[in-house]
């Protein structure tokens, strides 16, 4: 069973530009949530996705956006990059059916200059 | 107020003891409640999750629910060196999703 990846690694951005992240949930999840972790903070939820409906946001501006397609993989879309958003982006799917348990992938380290 | 608050430690014991991680929270709304571990540079990795008021046992991990108190606990039993790391509880509310900022554990040889 392959577990939850996300694309790219690392990646570095200017400020102003725009970035996508991408996550591909793990094998029979079909909800994902988006997370932004700075250095030597607990993940913030930024919002939850399920059946290709945002059904949960926390409190992030609108250039904050996503996605989830049919095969349940995500995106995160970030628009007019601050330098405060350097931050480790995490994905997290859970599976169907169940209370929410949250698997996380290794997460995209995003760094804006 | 932060939605969900934990000592950010360091907490350190000796190998073969118990730790005790402990956490609040502010909403009584929330309806479940989770421990990560997370080693540093990894994502956090799910231990367990637990919903009703009292203990959940699994292997050496115990987690213990209070929603009188608001308070949630992680009891680890028989400390291992490879359970150095942050400990992050979060909280679920309705589609929202709480975490605290994380307790730093050591396990001393």
């Known amino acids: 069973e392959t577990g939850v990846t996300q694309s790219p690694t690392h990646l570095i951005k200017t400020r102003g530009q725009q970035v996508t992240l991408r996550c591909s949930s793990q094998?029979?999840?079909?909800?994902v949530s988006w997370y932004q972790q700075a250095l030597g903070q607990g993940p913030q939820f930024i919002f939850q996705y399920y059946r290709e409906e945002e059904n949960g946001r926390g409190n992030f501006p609108p250039r904050f956006s996503g996605l989830q397609f049919p095969n349940y993989s995500s995106e995160l879309n970030v628009n007019a990059l601050e330098l405060d958003d350097s931050a480790l982006y995490l994905c997290?799917?859970?599976?169907?059916?169940?209370?929410?348990?949250?698997?996380f992938g290794p997460g995209t380290r995003l760094t804006v200059t | 107020q932060k939605e969900v608050e934990q000592n950010s430690g360091p907490l350190s014991v000796p190998e073969g003891a118990i730790a005790s991680l402990n956490c609040t929270y502010s909403d009584r709304g929330s309806q479940s409640f989770f421990w990560y571990r997370q080693y540093s540079g990894k994502s956090p990795e799910l231990i367990m999750s637990i919903y009703s008021n009292g203990d959940k046992e699994d292997g050496r991990f115990t987690a213990q629910l209070n929603k009188a108190s608001q308070y949630v606990s992680l009891l680890i039993r028989d400390s291992q060196p490879s359970d150095s790391a942050t400990y992050l509880c979060?909280?679920?509310?309705?589609?929202?999703?709480?975490f605290g900022t994380g307790t730093s554990l050591t396990v001393i040889p």
């Open positions: 094998s029979g999840h079909n909800t």
């Open positions: 979060a909280a679920r509310t309705g589609n929202q999703f709480y």
């Open positions: 997290a799917s859970s599976p169907a059916g169940t209370a929410y348990e949250q698997y």
